[in-house]
Nanobody
Framework: QVRLVESGGGLVQAGESLRLSCVAS????????MGWYRQAPGKQRELIAT???????IYADSVKGRFTISRDNDKNTVYLQMDSLKPEDTAVYYC????????????????WGQGTQVTVSS
């Protein structure tokens, strides 16, 4: 019913930029809060940024001032602009939809994409 697909990951050098995209497809009425998470080898998955349907945002301290989350509701897409990348940003980045409203009182929660690899070389 709902699928999240991330794209835009890759290999870059420290100081460079990447822009990640996450497209939600399927049959649904709306999605409230969406977020980006990342998980590095041997570490827990951590929250990077969230954005509400009203475009209110929250950022982790580690990326504040460097990353920008945005969304285009008409395109059902959330973006993560990643500037001034550091080697410690290397991780698999996952897109998340907190609540997907399907209609008829049905809701899906915590829908995840499959992730996209970001590797930053020093």
């Amino acid at each position: 019913q709902v699928r999240l697909v991330e794209s835009g990951g890759g290999l870059v050098q420290a100081g460079e930029s990447l822009r990640l995209s996450c497209v939600a497809s399927g049959r649904f009425f709306s999605i409230n809060t969406m977020g980006w998470y990342r998980q590095a080898p041997g570490k827990q998955r951590e929250l990077i940024a969230t954005i509400t349907s009203g475009r209110s945002t929250i950022y982790a301290d580690s990326v504040k001032g460097r990353f920008t989350i945005s969304r285009d509701n008409d395109k059902n897409t959330v973006y993560l602009q990643m500037d001034s990348l550091k080697p410690e940003d290397t991780a698999v980045y996952y897109c998340n939809a907190a609540s997907v409203f399907l209609g008829g009182g049905r809701v899906l929660t915590n829908v995840w994409g499959q992730g996209t690899q970001v590797t930053v070389s020093s």
